[in-house]
T-cell receptor
Framework: EPEVTQTPSHQVTQMGQEVILRCVPISNHLYFYWYRQILGQKVEFLVSFYNNEISEKSEIFDDQFSVERPDGSNFTLKIRSTKLEDSAMYFC???????????FGPGTRLTVT | TQLLEQSPQFLSIQEGENLTVYCNSSSVFSSLQWYRQEPGEGPVLLVTVVTGGEVKKLKRLTFQFGDARKDSSLHITAAQPGDTGLYLCAGESSGNQFYFGTGTSLTVIP
């Protein structure tokens, strides 16, 4: 069964460093998403992406964040200058169409020290 | 920010009992999804409901979307220990933005 994959599974970085989190969505899906989940808290929407551009972004998704689909398979989230409060689990998700439900990857645990 | 409140937050029941989890908001959503999440893993999609009043069944799980598309419920019949987990609802705004609920942690005791 097709699945969303994410790499790395765990990333440790120092405050101020740039990180790139990578995702490979399900191949025939057209809508892509990034979420974060701080330990013990709820899943928070960051951004949705369709047709090679951002559809929606939340207040969390400020200028430090960017997304890119550099080729036909990868979908990346870049955090330019990480802060301690960026430590969280980051999930990528994809869906075939609107209102179809999303398929989540296993997540990348980002630890900023 | 559109809030989705889930209740109860925690639920512990005996195997074989029935239960209902609620997901409520003051906002209207174009669709609503239910997920189950295990610790350290990504949410797994259970169902999507789109039409007000819609009812969907998935084996022993019954999902309902409120008539006004502001709330939803998940009913589990004859709960089993394998149903133990964190259940999340997520509402989709008209602009392809999603809001997750606070979650209901279910424990089914054998």
């Amino acid at each position: 069964e097709p699945e969303v994959t994410q790499t790395p599974s765990h990333q440790v970085t120092q405050m101020g460093q740039e990180v790139i989190l990578r995702c490979v969505p399900i191949s025939n899906h057209l809508y892509f998403y990034w979420y974060r989940q701080i330990l013990g808290q709820k899943v928070e929407f960051l951004v949705s992406f369709y047709n090679n551009e951002i559809s929606e972004k939340s207040e969390i998704f400020d200028d430090q964040f960017s997304v890119e689909r550099p080729d036909g398979s990868n979908f990346t989230l870049k955090i330019r200058s990480t802060k301690l409060e960026d430590s969280a689990m980051y999930f990528c998700a994809s869906s075939e169409r609107l209102a179809a439900g999303q398929y989540f990857g296993p997540g990348t645990r980002l630890t900023v020290t | 920010t559109q809030l989705l409140e889930q209740s109860p937050q925690f639920l512990s029941i005996q195997e074989g009992e029935n239960l209902t989890v609620y997901c409520n908001s003051s906002s209207v959503f174009s669709s609503l999804q239910w997920y189950r999440q295990e610790p350290g893993e990504g949410p797994v999609l259970l169902v999507t409901v789109v039409t007000g009043g819609e009812v969907k069944k998935l084996k022993r799980l019954t999902f309902q979307f409120g008539d006004a598309r502001k709330d939803s419920s998940l009913h589990i019949t004859a709960a089993q220990p394998g149903d133990t987990g964190l259940y999340l609802c997520a509402g989709e705004s008209s602009g392809n933005q999603f809001y997750f609920g606070t979650g209901t942690s279910l424990t089914v005791i054998p």
